[in-house]
């Protein structure tokens, strides 16, 4: 069983930056692609960004793409989103997610299914979640 525990979150205003970590523990965790979700107030969890196992490919949805970026360091076994410029709508708690999820070749480029990557029902193991509020 892989388990996963967010850190990080916290107040911060408009404009500012802050770097959410994700740490995994459990059966070889570093294999899994990770992803960033997150669910804004009276809304449903929405995919933020995410990276494969090595931390060589990377997707994010258009609304953080330029602000947001996630990485992971395997042999602390820690994966990271940092988020710049943060909007009083990026104002959420924040999950982490282990899952298993394929990938497709895009003119000789190897990427994240895009339908998958960015269905929470293809991740397996989640986190308690972490909140993070933009004030304006």
């Known amino acids: 069983q892989v388990h996963l525990v967010e850190s990080g979150g916290g107040l911060v205003q408009a404009g500012g930056s802050l770097k959410l970590s994700c740490t995994v523990s459990g059966p070889p965790g570093s294999t899994y692609s990770m992803g960033w979700f997150r669910r804004a107030p009276g809304k449903e969890r929405e995919f933020a960004a995410a990276?494969?196992?090595?931390?060589?490919?990377?997707y994010y949805t258009n609304s953080v793409k330029g602000r947001f970026t996630i990485s992971r360091d395997n042999p602390k076994n820690t994966v990271y989103l940092q988020m710049n410029n943060l909007k009083p709508e990026d104002t959420a708690v924040y999950y982490c997610?282990?899952?298993?999820?394929?990938?497709?070749?895009?003119?000789?480029?190897?990427?994240?299914?895009?339908?998958?990557?960015?269905?929470?029902?293809?991740?397996?193991?989640w986190g308690q979640g972490t909140q993070v509020t933009v004030s304006s």
């Open positions: 997610a282990a899952g298993r999820i394929q990938f497709t070749t895009v003119a000789g480029r190897i990427q994240f299914t895009t339908a998958q990557v960015m269905d929470p029902k293809r991740y397996d193991y």
């Open positions: 990276i494969n196992w090595d931390g060589g490919i990377t």
